[in-house]
């Protein structure tokens, strides 16, 4: 089912639903979720709201209860536990079935040894609930086997089951209305809009950016050395090493515009600095110096590792314009995301080409990036092979330009 769905609510009816069903014979629900908190333990308040819902329906004997990590009617029980790897889930038995929730983000070697042999004596069925996400999770590799077994078994029972965001917004059409949205911020083939609303697992694998969107972030729009009369102007800054052979600082000045296509931030790169090599007091006061020059409404500058200090540099001069970014999976995963939807949206753009070093090595690295899907929902790119300063930089730009928000239009009342 798409995200945000009611994928969950189901799960949660359907434990209820066994619970209620096996209340006088007994038997054990094994629910697991990527962690114990906050995932299983959500799906353990979802199930108990559930069962509250109908306990005044039944006598009392009849009715749930609840403790630890544990929900139980009469003689029925529903465990949760984490499919973390770390976790410790042996000697538990699903005699009613085994339910995975967020079956994409479950490592499938640990369930597959850890989780299925708690069914093998008893014949319990696995459900597993998620979304798409690159092919090769526990969820799709399941979801591709019970497809092939509906189809040699066409008058059996369904083993795979699956709902488009199309048919959840036939019945609501909120929702409808927020994925079409989502639709026109990230790009119709966005790996997170393909993966978690159309169930198509997004395929990056390879180049993070594609030879077509390459081509659409040349824009018609000639580079700046000064700021244009009344302009906003935003910068990012990856910072490098001081040795010959380490990686560029490189800044990047970007005119904030208004989006043609859903009135948003718009970036249009105007002007890139490149320091290679040199001391970082030198850099730091150049910085200095081309804040001066543009006024830039917002930095967001690389405070991981030797970073920190430098960016610490900084915070006199520009104060609450400063935006400290530290370099993690998530965070990197985030620009990763941020700037693929601008380069499918046509929300980012490079100056025309001017044959300048920072044109071409820009160009060059954003072509050699490369980029894969992970675990957890994440997007891991960079360039282990070569330097990616420039996409860096670009990626943090973009952070700025969009964090600065559109232009604020003052609305004044009219004389009488």
Known sequence: MPRQSGKNEIAAALVACLLRANAHEGGTVVVCAPTLDPQARI????????????????????????????????????????ANPQASVAGHTASIALIADEAQDIEEDWFNRQFRPMAASTGAPTVLLGTAWNGRTLLERAAEANRTLDAATPHGPRRHHQASWREVAAVLPAYGAYIEAERDRLGATHPLFLSQYELVPGEVAGRLLTSDLLAALDGDHDPLSTPGPGERYVAGIDFGGEGEDADATVLTVARVEVSAGNGGVACRVVAQHEWRGAPYARVLDDVRALDRLWRFERVSADATGLGAPLVAQLRPQLGARLDEVVFTAASKSALGYALLAAARTGRLALPSDDGSPEAFRCREELAACEASLVSGGRLGWGNDRGHDDYVVSVALCLRAAESAGAPRVAVGRGRR
């Open 43 to 82: 799906s353990a308040g979802r199930i108990r709201a559930a069962l509250a819902a109908t306990d005044p329906l039944v006598p009392a004997v009849g009715r749930s209860r609840s403790r630890g990590d544990t929900v139980a009617v009469g003689r029925a029980q529903a465990v949760l536990l984490s």
